[in-house]
């Protein structure tokens, strides 16, 4: 199994970005999927998951408004867009696939690499 996220870098306060979390080896159309994020010094923190379907969606409380998890299974590809990014957002970015949607990182099974994402000030 390998999940490949992708969309990092820089960008200003304010700006958007597109994450991309392509899956392989993986059964993708059956598994919950999320998105965690790891800022410098402190622990991986939920940003958003999404049922298998696609039609529920869970976000963490300091991107709700901003960030839209979404996931095409005909590609095998789950998406984080995010928008009016805040530095209080640089992080290094994971996606990970779970039977269940969870908050929580120990109920998902496999992670990509991460990818970071920086915004200035």
């Known amino acids: 199994v390998q999940l490949q996220a992708s969309g990092g870098g820089l960008v200003q306060t304010g700006g958007s970005l597109r994450l991309s979390c392509a899956a392989s080896a993986l059964d993708f159309s059956t598994y919950a999927m999320g998105w965690f994020r790891q800022a ?27 960030f839209t998890i979404s996931r095409d299974n005909a590609k095998n590809t789950l998406y984080l867009q995010m928008n009016s990014l805040k530095p209080e957002d640089t992080a290094v970015y994971y996606c990970a ?4 949607t969870s908050y929580m990182q120990n109920d998902y099974n496999y992670w990509g690499q991460g990818t970071l994402v920086t915004v200035s000030s």
């Open 40 to 66: 410098p010094g402190k622990e991986r923190e939920f940003v958003a998951g999404i049922r298998w379907r696609g039609g529920v969606t869970y976000y963490g409380d300091s991107v709700k408004g901003r």
């Open 97 to 100: 696939a779970g039977i269940h």
